[in-house]
């Protein structure tokens, strides 16, 4: 099985994160024509130059996807250079693990907008191109979280698990029209996202060697699987939500 993305055009958001890095640096490799975008001008420099010096190429966005006219311009921008979107990988978010009652109303906003507003925004803009263009796909990030209550994450877990709602509902209503979507749950992929388990006892190692693997994901496994679902190859594959956790799903936890 070969997939290959050569005049295929791929945008990925929060490209400056260690998944969106990895998954840029793989469609690109596949031969896809990415356009990346980041809120954060160095992080998404350095995925374009490692990009750059795998041989490949990258168009950079800086943006705001929170932000409904920047999520436009990431489109509309894929749609000059390009003449369309084949692939929107929603992959910006973020949390901060935080108890429920101590969450204000302005984390309370960044979380919901940063972790569902933002894949609303772009999934929206994406859509109506795609299906002028005859069908695309859309994936999305989203988290255990948005299945399974963690704790400290209510809100960030409610806003992925919406997200989850969306890409089903978009799988639904768009299928007819070729446009596939689905939605890719890592539960612990060694990202910066973790580190706040350095704090924790047993610290990243101790959660690590808890996990049914005896590690953590990385950033690699997940692209990996973001390139299938996109491609050809899984082209039935429409409204999952695919766990890529290395078991912790399948993992019953009995408090001791």
């Not at 958001?13 to 890095?21: E, V």
């Not at 109303?105 to 772009?122: C, P, W």
């Not at 209550?149 to 209503?173: D, F, H, Q, T």
């Not at 049914?212 to 496994?221: K, S």
Request: aromatic share 6%; proline share 4%; charged share 15%.
């Amino acid at each position: 099985m070969k997939i290959d993305y050569t005049g295929k055009s791929v945008i990925i958001t929060g490209a400056g994160g260690s998944i969106g890095r990895a998954s840029s640096l793989l469609f690109a490799r596949l031969g896809a024509s990415v356009i990346a975008s980041d809120i954060n001008e160095e992080r998404l420099q350095e995925t374009v130059n490692q990009i750059a010096d795998a041989g490949g190429s990258a168009l950079s966005i800086v943006a705001d996807v929170t932000d409904p006219d920047e999520a436009a311009g990431i489109v509309k921008v894929a749609c000059n250079k390009f003449g369309g979107i084949d692939v929107l990988f929603n992959n910006a978010g973020g949390s901060f693990p935080t108890p429920m009652e101590a969450i204000s109303k302005a984390e309370f906003q960044r979380l919901r907008s940063l972790n569902f507003d933002a894949v609303y925004h772009a999934s929206m803009e994406a859509l109506p191109v795609m299906v002028a263009k005859g069908g695309g796909v859309i994936l999305s990030t989203t988290s255990g979280a948005g299945t399974g209550a963690v704790n400290g994450l209510a809100v960030y877990g409610a806003a992925k698990a919406g997200v989850n709602s969306l890409m089903r509902s978009i799988a639904i209503e768009y299928g007819r029209k070729g446009i596939r979507a689905n939605a890719i749950a890592p539960s612990a992929a060694s990202t910066g996202m973790i580190q706040w388990l350095e704090s924790t006892p047993g610290g990243v190692k101790g959660f690590a060697e808890a996990q049914p693997m005896g590690r953590l994901g990385t950033p690699e496994d997940i692209a990996s699987v973001v390139a299938f679902l996109a491609s050809e190859h899984a082209g039935f594959v429409n409204g999952v939500v695919l766990p890529v956790d290395g078991g912790v799903e399948a993992m019953l936890a009995v408090p001791g």
